[in-house]
Structure formats: structure tokens, C-alpha cells
């Protein structure tokens, strides 16, 4: 089984900076694209951020700037360093894993980004 461990939430206050990082283990498929999203409270889950096999990224609109997605390949780990937060950030962030073959999506439990003053 796949198994994705986040780590790097918390409380910061608008302006500062946080650094996500999730790594998979366990019985690890091919792995298609990797990335972050976020679901505040009253709204939907959003990608974030993904980045591909051979690191091509893509951002969502509202964190374009402002957060870099990145992966090691050889060590199933990615990050996603985020500066000049802002209130609006404040989400329970989910790293997601793609398997190329089966095409099965893997979650991890979630880590609480609090961007407070």
C-alpha cells in the first residue's frame, strides 16, 4: 500500500513563509504527477500546484508567485515552498500522488496551514 507523509504546516502570520513536504512509501507504482491542494472551511478542494515525472509545474492562479512546487524523484518526496502568504491560504493542504498505470490517486491525511496577524 502507498502511503503519503505531509509535514511542515502550522501558524504564520501574513507575509511570512511555510515549507510542505510529503514523501511516499510503501509499495510505490510508477508515479505519474505529484502534487498539493487545499480545501478551506464552506469551500472545495483545489489544486495548488502539480509537477510531473520530468518536473514540468503547474500553479493555480492565486498562488502563481508566490509558492514553488518541487520533487525528488529518487527519494518520492515533494515540496511546496510557499512565501508571502496570506490569509486567504489558510486551508488544510493534501498531497496527492497519480500512478501512471493503474491511474490510482493516492491522498495523504492533510496538514492545517494557518495564515494568521
Known amino acids: 500500500q502507498v502511503q503519503l507523509a505531509e509535514s511542515g504546516g502550522g501558524l504564520v502570520q501574513p507575509g511570512g513563509s511555510l515549507r510542505l513536504s510529503c514523501a511516499a512509501s510503501g509499495r510505490i507504482p510508477s508515479i505519474n504527477t505529484m502534487g498539493w491542494y487545499r480545501q478551506a472551511p464552506g469551500k472545495q478542494r483545489e489544486l495548488v500546484a502539480r509537477?510531473?515525472?520530468?518536473?514540468?509545474?503547474t500553479y493555480a492562479d492565486s498562488v502563481k508567485g508566490r509558492f514553488t512546487i518541487s520533487r525528488d524523484n529518487a527519494k518520492n518526496t515533494v515540496n511546496l515552498q510557499m512565501n508571502s502568504l496570506k490569509p486567504e491560504d489558510t486551508a488544510v493542504y493534501y498531497c496527492n500522488v497519480e500512478a501512471l498505470w493503474s491511474g490510482s490517486s493516492y491522498w495523504g491525511q492533510g496538514t492545517q496551514v494557518t495564515v494568521s496577524s
Open positions: 509537477i510531473t515525472s520530468g518536473g514540468t509545474t
